[in-house]
């Protein structure tokens, strides 16, 4: 028991960290990669190429003054960043990053848990991932902030519904909510090729949720500021920011193993190959929002409900008759 | 270990559900009831039933709040007003004892064992062979439970409607 | 070890609380969710019996409790914003007439 709870502990803190670092300098390979996009350098200032840049950042978050509104209502103003990152690390939790691995004679998995609801644990989650941006909203007390968690809402209620119908597909394909096994049964083919619909849909909904640009009309700071943390400074508002990379960091890890075939690849050892698909995803990501232009809203919600949900039920449909045509079944 | 558990969970339940009931703001309700519906999640996964702590949590938690908090947010609601209260003045005190004299008898009833159902076929070990608690509720539900489940869509569809067309400002 | 009373008591608390809610609140989104409460209350002791009795029957029920909690919702929310529309109140102690 003691030993099982020290093995889980020492796991704990080498993913979180891991995850901590990966996504201080995914801000940075943001701004780099966005920079030469655009023709321009990015951060080069502090270190070399900017290598310093996360942690000035971190360091300017930390010591600037914390404000809190006068009229805010205060626990909730307090509570509503740990509601957001929160789920955003339990997520983590579930996130396949490796095989079992052998050390100092014992066999230790590189995840934490490989619980037999993983897709729906992470579902659940990733559906109260909300609170964290309707009570910033909420509880600011201001106008740009309630149109903001208010926009953000319903924006994040709409797309979630067709993050989870294109997962049935791949659930269809695996036949098991286990994340392990679903890497198991892409042995042969990775569900990318098979589920191609379903992955486009699944990484749009995903970016939609994250709220990340083309989808970022909550914090669309030419009209509402910054939307839902408009009134946030100091530590509070860079919980928001680690809350938003780990995110970026649990979907493109979701997106790797349900799709991607997690860590399976040749030669190089499993969590090379995660690695290098997660980073992938990410660099997708940033490659987005480099390209597309924002939305309008109600086109957001036209989108949403009359383009990506019909999509993904009829993906759901056609899935059986795929898997049949082709002998999965 | 599981009775640490089961208490420390079923505390914060009864001291999350106190502040639900008492809270002026509706807000602060609303996340008192998140965290009962949190911690109800944990007992089913204490009591086997790792599909309904999902479905608990995905469902209450993840929609239906969500939706409270949207319409208290939407409405701009005020903390509770307390004029008016004298119309119901024994309503309170009333409510309240007919409320515990409630308890006090479900917990007779309980103390006094009357439970002596017969026993069903979905052992442990049973749930297992199945591959898991998500895939024996399956087996029972699109199986014997197949009409009411078909039913529950007609129940969405009529919820669905109702809500569109109460909300709606002029219907055309 | 944890027994089938324990969680029929647990249970009773919470089902009994929801009354409360129910009973003494004068607002009518707080006492809709006291109404959420009792269900869960009783989605709690079906599950209980479930585990108890080795039947998977209490656990569909669950399942349609949550589906009709869930319309209940949606249903009796749309309610609450019109009459929110019409009346700028939620106190039910101010909505006593059949027709405004």
Known sequence: MTEFIIIMLVKMFVIFGAVMLTMTYITLAERKILGYMQIRPGPNRVGPWGLLQPIADGIKLFLKEDIIPDKASKVVF?????????????????????????????????????????????????????????????????????LGGLRSSAQMISYELSMGFALVGVIMMSQSLSMVK????????????????????YITAAIAELNRTPFDLPEGESELVAGYFTEYSSMKYAMFMLGEYINIISVSGIVT???????????????????????AVVFFMIWVR???????YDQLMTFGWKVLLPASIANILLTPVFMKIFGYL | ?????????????????????????????????????????????????????????????????????????????????????????????????????????????????????????????????FGGNTEAVAAVLFTDYLFPFELTSLILLMAMVGAVVLTKKELK | ??????????????????????????????IFMSIELMLNAVNLSLVAFSRQLNSMDGQV?????????????????AIMVSLFRNKETLNVDEINLMKW
């Open chain 3, 61 to 77: 029920f669950v399942f349609f409790i949550m589906t009709v909690a869930a319309a209940e919702a949606a249903i009796g929310l």
């Open chain 2, 1 to 129: 270990m599981e009775l640490l558990l089961f208490y420390i969970f079923g505390g914060v339940a009864v001291l999350a559900s106190l502040g639900l009931v008492t809270g002026k703001n509706p807000v602060h309700s609303a996340l008192f009831m998140v965290v009962v519906f949190f911690v109800i999640a944990a007992l089913f996964v204490l009591l086997g039933a790792e599909f309904l702590a999902a479905a608990q949590i995905l469902v209450y938690a993840g929609a239906i709040m969500v939706l409270f908090l949207f319409v208290i947010m939407l409405l701009r609601l005020q903390p509770e007003e307390l004029r008016n209260t004298s119309r119901h003045a024994f309503q309170k005190f009333f409510g309240i004892v007919l409320s515990l004299v409630l308890m006090a008898q479900i917990a007779l009833i309980v103390r006094g064992g009357f439970f002596k159902g017969a026993k069903g076929n979905y052992t442990p070990e049973v749930v297992s062979g």
């Open chain 1, 257 to 279: 193993t349900l799709y991607l075939g997690g860590w399976s690849g040749p030669i190089l050892p499993p969590l090379a190959w995660f690695m290098i698909k997660l980073l």
């Open chain 1, 182 to 201: 679903i890497i198991e049964a892409q042995k042969g083919v990775w569900f990318i090729v098979p589920q191609f619909f379903g992955f486009i849909i």
């Open chain 3, 1 to 30: 070890m944890v027994t089938l009373e324990h969680y029929l008591v647990l249970s009773a608390i919470l089902f009994g609380i929801g009354a409360i809610g129910v009973l003494v609140r004068r607002n009518a989104i707080i």
């Open chain 1, 290 to 296: 480099a390209t597309y232009p924002r939305f309008r």
């Open chain 1, 78 to 146: 307090v509570i509503a960043p740990a509601m957001a990152l929160i789920p955003a690390v339990m997520t983590l939790a579930v996130i396949p990053f490796g095989p079992a691995v052998t050390i100092m004679g014992r066999q230790v998995d590189v995840y934490m848990a490989d619980v037999n609801i993983g897709i729906l644990y992470i579902f659940a989650v990733s559906s109260i991932g909300v609170y964290g941006i309707v009570l910033a909203g909420w509880s600011s007390e201001s106008k740009y902030s309630l």
